[in-house]
């Protein structure tokens, strides 16, 4: 959810979006993400509107005001945890070493 509403601060319809996540590192299959945009949507995370311009329509869809202050407080958790476990694994990584090195 939270990489949909980050990736998606800027327009962009699903298929862009999954090649979007997949070269983050974040695979995910349509089968999961068309689901999630609706969601998302219907939260009122996300906005959409259809692009008819083309000769097969496509719905665009993008993070909304809401959406956005959410990808902003759950980023901030995020890295309030990665923090946490950084220093966890720091913390490991001091006690084993060797107090008597030669």
């Known amino acids: ?3 949909s509403l980050l990736a998606l601060r800027e327009p ?3 298929y862009v ?3 979007s996540l997949e070269r983050a590192g974040i695979p995910v299959t349509g089968n999961t993400l068309y689901p999630l945009l609706r ?3 219907s939260q009122g995370l996300l906005t959409s509107e259809w692009d008819t311009s083309q000769a097969r329509p496509r719905k665009f869809y993008r993070t909304s005001d809401r959406g956005s202050a959410l ?3 759950l980023l901030r ?3 309030a ?3 946490a476990l950084t220093t966890l694994d720091v ?3 001091d006690d084993n070493r060797d107090p008597h090195p030669d």
């Open 39 to 41: 969601r998302l949507e």
């Open 1 to 3: 959810m939270l990489a």
């Open 17 to 19: 979006l999954l090649e």
């Open 81 to 83: 945890v990665d923090r």
């Open 12 to 14: 962009g319809y699903g």
């Open 91 to 93: 913390d490991r990584e």
């Open 77 to 79: 958790e995020w890295r």
């Open 71 to 73: 990808a902003a407080a």
